[in-house]
């Protein structure tokens, strides 16, 4: 709130003129020069210039004026301050005085308009409607307005209705998010690991050895945003090329502590699609050398089948390989997958466009392996305990790594 008292003793106050006239700091309230002036007519200070109404600054940028503000600009102007001069001194623009003088009251008025015709009742009943299940949650405006028109056939409802009595209350459509299926048996084994390992220190989740595969190729990685007039969607310049046959390389790669391991390109055409033979014949002895040169790590895969195919398995026992029981369906607690982002993001970033040479992309996405420093890898080990503690808040289900 403005502090007029001390305003008008400031040493510019004589720059304010009063009931359309000027007081200097040495004026009395009987002096003599009044009885002299007699009945003349007060001088007003001169009128600002144009330039000088344009140099107002403005206010903060509000919408609308609070009321307090309004009531601030009535008594301004009640002790005789200019429309400039009171906008400089409350920080407002003179069109926001303007207003205010000609409104005449300082509280605002709620902004008219058709009153909803979904009730607090009714609204109460939509929200558990569309948030009870799946499926109701995939409904678009159109689809409830024709469910809820067969409920209440006196209200006569359209998708607008819907549409706004849902967002005032904080709803909107957003394209889902892809995640694994987690089920309440997932999520209980999820949630359990993360109780069990939400306490470990840097040390534990050093000493373990990180693995995984992922396909890899060159082009656009992540969504591309483009900036567009209305009707521009179309233009050349604006447009993502969208490949029917993607050229990639299957990647299997793996780390412990701030030290990359060993890594292997998928022969696809000579060693066919990744099987518990084929993983037992191509990955699991460079698991097992990794192994043997560090004895203190402990061994991470996820649950893909051919990871614990029977055979694997047993080769893993005849090796003396323990793998960490791993929950499934729980790409979000494995470090290496961030990696995985870092890597395609340098691709995108230097190899924008699709490389159709298989040899000529495997060297691309083995420089992106090379790029990964220790920092990268440190980065993603120091956030473990937040993605444990993220599965305890979630209760096991999704969480947002």
């Known amino acids: 709130m403005l502090n007029f008292t001390a305003l008008l ?26 009885e ?3 009945n003349s007519e007060l001088e007003r200070p001169p009128s600002p210039t144009p330039a000088s109404r344009n140099s107002t600054p403005k206010g903060p940028g509000q919408k609308r004026l609070k009321r307090d503000k309004r009531r601030d600009i009535q008594l301004m102007r009640s002790l005789g301050y200019t429309q400039v001069e009171t906008a400089k001194a409350l920080g407002v623009t003179v069109r926001a005085v303007q207003y205010t003088d000609q409104r005449g009251y300082a509280t605002p008025k709620r902004k008219s308009g058709r009153p909803p015709k979904l009730g607090p009742a009714e609204v109460e009943e939509l929200i558990a409607y569309v948030t009870a299940n799946e499926e109701n949650r995939q409904k678009t405006y159109q689809e409830l307005a024709l469910e809820f028109q067969d409920i209440w056939p006196h209200l006569e409802i359209g998708y607008q209705s819907i549409k706004y009595a849902l967002r005032a209350n904080g709803f909107s459509r957003r394209k889902a998010l892809k995640k694994p299926r987690i089920d309440a048996e997932c999520a209980e084994l999820r949630l359990r690991f993360a109780l069990n390992h939400v306490h470990w220190s840097e040390t534990d989740w050093i000493n373990v050895l990180w693995t995984d595969e992922t396909w890899v190729g060159a082009g656009q990685h992540r969504r591309v945003f483009v900036t567009v007039r209305k009707g521009e969607q179309l233009h050349p310049d604006c447009v993502v090329t969208a490949y029917r046959h993607k050229v990639a390389w299957m990647f299997w790669g793996s ?4 030290t990359k391991g060993p890594c292997l390109f998928w022969e696809r ?3 066919g699609t990744i099987t518990g033979e ?18 203190e790590l402990l061994f991470m895969q996820d649950n893909a089948r051919a990871h614990t ?3 694997t398995m047993e080769e893993f026992e005849k090796r003396g390989i323990q793998p960490i029981k791993w929950p499934p369906n729980s790409p979000d607690m494995n470090p290496i997958e961030k990696i995985w982002n870092k890597m395609k993001d340098w691709i995108q970033e230097r190899y924008p466009k699709m490389v159709y040479s298989l040899p000529r992309l495997r060297v691309i996405v083995q420089e992106a392996w090379d790029a990964i420093t220790e ?3 440190r980065e993603v080990l120091l956030e473990m305990p937040k993605r444990m503690q993220a599965v305890i808040d979630a209760d096991g289900y999704h969480t947002k790594y």
């Not at 004589?14 to 003599?32: F, Q, V």
């Open 375 to 377: 920092d990268d890898l």
């Open 255 to 258: 780390f412990h502590g701030l």
């Open 36 to 38: 002299e002036e007699g």
């Open 9 to 34: 003793n400031s040493p510019n106050s004589e720059s304010y003129p009063i009931r359309g006239r000027e007081l200097a700091h040495d004026e009395s309230d009987s002096g003599s020069e009044d």
């Open 269 to 271: 055409k000579q060693w």
């Open 278 to 295: 084929s993983y037992s014949n191509r990955i699991v002895p460079l698991v097992d050398n990794c192994l043997k040169l560090h004895p």
């Open 309 to 311: 195919a029977k055979i």
